[in-house]
């Protein structure tokens, strides 16, 4: 029977080529998008999953009431880490760390720039990362350690074994390596390549020690390790108002957890309540996957049906002779499922071809696990799901066929018999239409954003992080790059020009009592504007023509619009309890989110440290420029290799999210366009073969063939239509849903709706219009004939 079977699947196959390529490649893709997809989707939901204590990790967030909302963010007070040791029973372990940094590591002559953290001796109890070498409990317990990841500790030791070696760190001090770690998975929301104790970053940052007993500083990360997660909500209780127990009463704050296994997927707040992240995303792709795979499905189940005359006879003798009807459902089924497999094994093969270009788009390193029997059940799964999908209504429409009907040639089908087609092909459409319309808005957000005016210049602007060596001889490194003649002004400051590191409140003349702004807090030296790039609107910059200006502070436009100073030049402003003199304004400069509004800002003189910024000469060898650059730097600190960064390069990665998501949906809506497609090619091909006799007697009674084409195209372009007036409206509803995330948005033009109909219907006449023409330029003496 089972034999029977197959030689019956492959003969439809075989005599029915055409439509069986279609339909497998219709599947193929389909299938083909839904992998690479669910690999994408896999990856970011799997994240910080095989961290043993994943559920009972969390870190301590802050919600404050300032600006008019609830302003949520993860830095802290450093007190934090020792008070939340005490504050609970629940409360098993606590751990500070730095914010990532980079730092040279040296040994004997290999010397390399490596990212890590500083972190307290807990960090590998807690977090369980999995070391080779060296004891969790240990490993960071004396200050003068280093634990490395195993590329770090072959790439500095080659095949030496590391352990008690002694790695020079920033060309100052030896570390000796207790712990080696496995390399870091890249779903891991900590990604380093070592980890120094917090400790030792007491012994040489004096700043750390200052804050020790400071519940007024929030710049340090803590987490916590908690007994059961069911005590999430007694704890989160618990330490809700230590900061106003703390003597932070001057705004409304308070502590709250935000669990592990929400850092990447759910990671934005508003008005402190959880709002989404990467999660919007992951739901976004999947329900494409969805929609390309169920269009795919779509095209089997209507090639299926649409050529169920050419197999009633064979369901009227198969029943005729005793087989039942479930039998005969199963076999189609059976058929249904087996041309998935071949459809899956295509697929598989496109997605492992295109892995490596795919890799390069979502920036990741997704791979198939054909070692993994979860793979191989997934896929079994997948085959069977979308086979008995997709062959669900055809099995059940052909297995109802009354035999006595159908061998007596009885067996019409009809306008009855065709409105499932009709649906599924609107449904269809609908869904391709819904794809395009997206993809265009998607596209005219990110030009929105992309031209905002910026404030400042970035073309020929690189940015060096300022280490301790550069601190100590910047006024002689600033003086000779200005004197080499390749750079046109240099500057530093606690943060580059494309992100914001402090945010600090500002007094000024009759703010309200009940007024709490915050604003973006730029530490500079002189020539920071002039280097930026940034226009002053009035008042100065920073000059020591002036003396000193170290007392001085600059304002943005937006904060002085905050202010509503009328005569703000010489305004004496409120900054940490002291008075500071306004001498300039300037224009706003988008640094934050693109997404968000400028916020308002101020500018002092003072020594931060963090990234000095050089702006180069227009030149038509940059090379040559960047040569020149470079052996200054080394010059003044040989030790650390040179390394910069293009501030125009910072900007385009704010747009890393966004533009995946456009280019996604773009080469996803298209790959569904032509899914959709190769199901119309099919269905007109077989609708044309259906009215072969009609045409030759249209013809023969004198019809053109201009008619012929238009009778033929006339009822898929209604079909076209009627998708468009269903997907139109949902679309509108569904994009302003996915467009509010943004303050800074596009709006919904009125021309992609007609535009984007436009484009359905002319694709889909194109199709069918090809097939009716040559249906109609047919002889029509053959088609009589065999009547």
Known sequence: MLKNYFLVTFRNLYKNSAYSIINIAGLAIGITCSILILLWV???????????????????????????????????PLPTYEAMKTSDAN????????????????????????????????????????????????????????????????????????????????????????????????????????LIPWEFRALIQEWVVRNQDNWGNYSFQIFIELNDKK??????????????????????????????????????????????????YVRLFTVIAIFILFIACINFMNLATARSERRAKEVGIRKSVGSNRWELIMQFLGESVFITFISFVIAILIAYLVLPAYNQLVEKQLYIDFASG?????????????????GSYPAFYLSGFQPARVLKGQLKVGKSASTPRKVLVTLQFGVAILLIIGTLVIYKQIQLVQNRELGYSKENLITVLLNDELSKNYSTLKTELEASGDVESVT????????????????????????????????????????????????????????SDTSAIIINKAALELMGLEDPIGTQLDLWGDKRPLIGVVDDVLMGSLYDPVKPMFIILDDWGGTITLRLKKTN??????????????????????????????????????????????????????????????????????????????????????????????????????????????????????????????????????????????????????????????????ALRSE
Do not use: C
């Open 91 to 194: 409360i098993v372990n606590s751990v500070v760390t730095g914010w990532g940094s980079t730092h040279l590591l040296r040994y004997e002559d290999t010397r390399m720039n490596k990212q890590g953290y500083f972190a307290s001796k807990e960090f590998l109890e807690m977090f369980q990362y999995p070391l080779t070498r060296g004891s969790a409990e240990t490993v960071l317990d004396d200050p003068y350690s280093i634990v490395l990841t195993e590329s770090a500790a072959k790439a500095l030791f080659g095949d030496e074994d590391p352990i008690d070696k002694m790695v020079r760190v920033d060309d100052q001090y030896d570390l000796k390596v207790t712990g080696i770690l496995k390399d870091i998975p890249t779903n891991s929301s900590f990604q380093f390549e070592y």
């Open 374 to 390: 979860k793979f191989w059940l997934a896929a079994l799964s997948f085959i069977l799901f979308t086979g008995i999908i997709a």
């Open 231 to 280: 005590n999430e909500k007694a704890v989160s209780e618990t330490i809700r108002h230590m900061l106003t127990e703390k003597g932070q009463d001057d705004i409304e704050r308070e502590f709250f957890l935000h669990p592990l296994l929400d850092w990447r997927l759910k990671s934005n707040f508003e008005n402190g309540v959880q709002s989404g992240g990467m999660s919007d």
């Open 42 to 76: 896999d990856h970011e939901t799997s994240y910080d999953k095989f961290l043993p204590k994943n559920d009972r990790l969390y870190q301590v967030w802050v919600n404050a009431a300032f600006d008019g909302k609830i302003n949520s963010w993860r830095s802290v």
């Open 621 to 782: 060898d940059l090379n040559a420029s960047l040569a020149q650059v470079q052996s200054i730097f080394e010059k003044h600190d040989p030790a650390h290799p040179f390394e910069y960064t293009f501030v125009d390069d910072d900007f385009k990665k704010k747009f890393t999210t966004i533009n995946l998501t456009s280019n996604l949906a773009s080469i996803f809506a298209t790959l569904a366009i032509i899914i959709t497609g190769l199901g119309l090619f099919g269905l007109a091909s077989f609708t044309a073969e259906q009215k072969t006799k009609e045409i030759g007697i249209r013809k023969v009674l004198g019809a053109s063939i201009q008619s012929l084409v238009a009778l033929i195209s006339g009822e898929f372009s209604r079909l076209v239509i009627i998708s468009f007036v269903i997907s139109a409206p949902l679309a509108w509803w569904l994009l302003n849903q996915y467009l509010e995330r943004y303050p800074i948005r596009t709006g919904i033009a009125w021309w992609i709706f007609p535009l984007t109909g436009l484009i359905a219907l002319t694709f889909a006449l194109l199709i069918v219009a090809y097939q009716a023409w040559n249906a109609a330029r047919a002889n029509p003496v053959k």
């Open 492 to 547: 530093k400051s606690n943060s580059a020009i494309t992100s914001i590191n402090s945010n600090n409140f500002l007094g000024w003349p009759g703010k309200p009592e009940d007024l709490r702004v915050i604003f973006t807090t730029i530490v500079a030296d002189y020539d920071y504007s002039k280097t930026m790039g940034i226009k002053i609107l009035e008042g100065r910059d920073f000059s020591k023509d002036f003396g």
